[in-house]
């Protein structure tokens, strides 16, 4: 007996001893996890919270959709499709998307000085800045998202390098190629239902050479079109509409002086003089070429349809377009067919003399034209810099005085696309067929 309570005894405490070993053992297990977690936290502190609470706007890859074909007809293509550009003086690119101490005079600074803001006294970054950049560098940008009550962009620095920048510092400009689809489809589905009901298919004609703009009539109807080198036409409830010049438009019936159309571009039908109307060049409801220009994203992407019938993009390109000015007017929006091109257009100062000129122009409403960068004959020493210069200005912000501005080369380019057989030594050209301009 006694011998089975020594066992007894030794049995108890052996069972004492490995309950205590495993409650320390879960125990320190427990504090070694949090310790573990804790040490995970603090060294990715914002970098989880962010994830956590941030709102995605929109994810940017740089490409253009897989369902639309690009066939490069052209070399020298922007390499950013979708970025930011700076639109203060400096801006600071955050590791992260924490607004630091000292923000508001930052901000401040950032937007004054015109010196390098981390040199000549100016004072040091504050921490978290991984770089800063001066008006209008264009950044890669990779996704848009709320956090913490501010707009962010996530980008990719001119290094290589990721991180954020506030929207405050700058504006979003992205290639729509789907968008510009659309538009031509748009285009092909009016020509081919007013031609179908047996609607004859035309163009506008009222341009009249005002580069001066002597006595121009400014006035703007619901649209946001001038009368100045356009129609005005009438609706049936009486309003003034102005057309722009060279607009595609049907002829719904026509009355001794005046023709009913339908515009491409307008959703009402209107009463317009009937000498405004053009059947040169004749519009096929089988045109092949597009230009496309994006006005609130400053670029242009040119489409051909292939064999096949499917519509490719053949070129893309950062540009310019007008704004409302003593010598020029917005760029107008709608659908057009271009009536001639020409090596050399000339432009003018203020007082209407001859200031230099723009190779590789093509007209497309009224004065517009779509052309290479302008040099002045003052410029013509420099001018290599002075094209340099400008073209860094192209896919930022309107600027021309109606015209819509790309580089040099790639004018050249378009206008051999569009005029295949130029007539030798003659400046004005016809395009060897339908070219159409669709700006949005």
């Keep these: 007996m006694e011998g089975k309570v020594k066992n007894s005894t030794k049995y108890f405490a052996k069972r004492k001893f490995i309950l205590f070993f495993l409650i320390f053992a879960a125990f320190s297990l427990d504090a070694y996890g949090r310790r573990s977690?804790?040490?995970?936290?603090?060294?990715?502190?914002?970098?989880?919270?962010?994830?956590?609470?941030?709102?995605?706007?929109?994810?940017?890859?740089?490409?253009?959709?897989?369902?639309i074909p690009v066939r490069s007809m052209y070399d020298d293509h922007p390499e950013l499709l979708e970025y930011v550009f700076i639109r203060s003086k400096w801006a600071d690119i955050?590791?992260?998307?924490?607004?630091?101490?000292?923000?508001?005079?930052?901000?401040?600074?950032?937007?004054?000085?015109?010196?390098?803001?981390?040199?000549?006294?100016?004072?040091?970054?504050?921490?978290?800045?991984?770089?800063t950049y001066s008006y209008m560098t264009k950044l890669k940008v990779l996704e848009q998202f709320n956090y913490k009550s501010n707009l962010w962009y996530k980008i990719t620095d001119p290094l290589g390098n990721e991180g954020y920048i506030v929207d405050a510092f700058v504006s979003k400009r992205i290639f729509r190629p789907q968008k510009a689809l659309d538009k031509i489809h748009e285009l092909q589905n009016f020509i081919n239902r007013e031609i179908d009901s047996g609607r004859e298919v035309v163009r506008t004609n009222t341009y009249s050479p005002n580069p001066a703009n002597i006595n121009a009539r400014t006035q703007k109807d619901k649209y946001g079109n001038s009368w100045e080198q356009n129609a005005a036409a009438r609706s049936d409830s009486g309003e003034t509409i102005y057309i722009p010049d060279s607009s595609i438009v049907s002829i719904i019936s026509t009355n001794g002086a005046n023709s009913r159309v339908k515009v491409a571009s307008i959703p009402e039908e209107l009463t317009v003089p009937s000498n405004?109307?053009?059947?040169?060049?004749?519009?096929?409801?089988?045109?092949?070429?597009?230009?496309?220009?994006?006005?609130?994203?400053?670029?242009?992407?040119?489409?051909?349809?292939?064999?096949?019938?499917?519509?490719?993009?053949?070129?893309?390109?950062?540009?310019?377009?007008g704004i409302e000015s003593q010598l020029g007017y917005e760029t107008p929006k709608g659908f057009f067919i271009v009536p001639m091109i020409?090596?050399?257009?000339?432009?003018?100062?203020?007082?209407?003399?001859?200031?230099?000129?723009?190779?590789?122009?093509?007209?497309?409403?009224?004065?517009?034209?779509?052309?290479?960068?302008?040099?002045?004959?003052?410029?013509?020493?420099?001018?290599?810099?002075?094209?340099?210069?400008?073209?860094?200005?192209?896919?930022?912000?309107?600027?021309?005085?109606?015209?819509?501005?790309?580089?040099?080369?790639?004018a050249r380019f378009m206008f051999e696309w569009m005029c295949e057989n130029p007539v030798q030594n003659r400046n004005d050209q016809t395009p060897s067929e339908n070219i159409m301009f669709i700006i949005f």
């Design 94 to 131: 955050y590791s992260e998307p924490e607004i630091p101490e000292g923000f508001a005079a930052r901000s401040a600074l950032l937007r004054t000085i015109d010196s390098d803001p981390n040199s000549g006294g100016q004072g040091s970054a504050p921490r978290g800045v991984i770089g």
């Design 342 to 410: 020409r090596y050399v257009m000339g432009y003018t100062d203020g007082q209407g003399r001859h200031e230099g000129n723009a190779r590789y122009a093509m007209r497309f409403s009224g004065g517009g034209y779509m052309h290479g960068t302008p040099i002045a004959f003052s410029e013509e020493s420099r001018r290599e810099q002075v094209m340099n210069q400008r073209n860094r200005l192209l896919g930022l912000y309107t600027g021309t005085r109606k015209c819509i501005r790309t580089t040099e080369e790639h």
């Design 37 to 67: 977690r804790n040490r995970e936290i603090e060294t990715q502190p914002v970098e989880t919270s962010y994830i956590r609470t941030r709102e995605i706007v929109a994810v940017y890859d740089n490409r253009f959709p897989s369902n």
């Design 276 to 321: 405004v109307i053009s059947r040169n060049p004749k519009i096929d409801r089988n045109f092949r070429k597009v230009v496309a220009i994006d006005i609130e994203n400053q670029n242009t992407i040119m489409f051909e349809k292939n064999s096949g019938g499917n519509w490719e993009i053949v070129s893309y390109v950062y540009s310019k377009s």
